[in-house]
């Protein structure tokens, strides 16, 4: 699972739940489905706690960058004496 995609884990854990829902499979299959998903679950969690953090160190270093570029401009528009 670990070279699967996102979108295709979460496709997969949508259609299991259907298939838990619909009802109409033996408790056996619904074990080993429901067992499957919640791999599946924790998988999705897992890459979009991964997702979350880049955005907030990317979210970050761009409120550094401006930092830095505004402190630039501060001391470029302070007038000559």
Not at 34 to 41: H, V
């Amino acid at each position: 699972m670990t070279t699967m995609k996102f979108e295709k884990a979460l496709k997969r854990l949508e259609a299991i739940v259907d298939q838990l829902e619909d009802g109409q499979i033996d408790l056996e299959k619904s074990l080993q489905l429901f067992e499957e998903g919640i791999g599946l679950a924790r998988f999705c969690a897992g890459k979009l706690q991964e997702a979350e953090q880049k955005i907030e160190l990317l979210s970050r270093e761009h409120e550094d960058l401006f930092a830095e570029e505004e402190a630039d401009d501060d001391e470029e528009e302070e007038p000559q004496k």
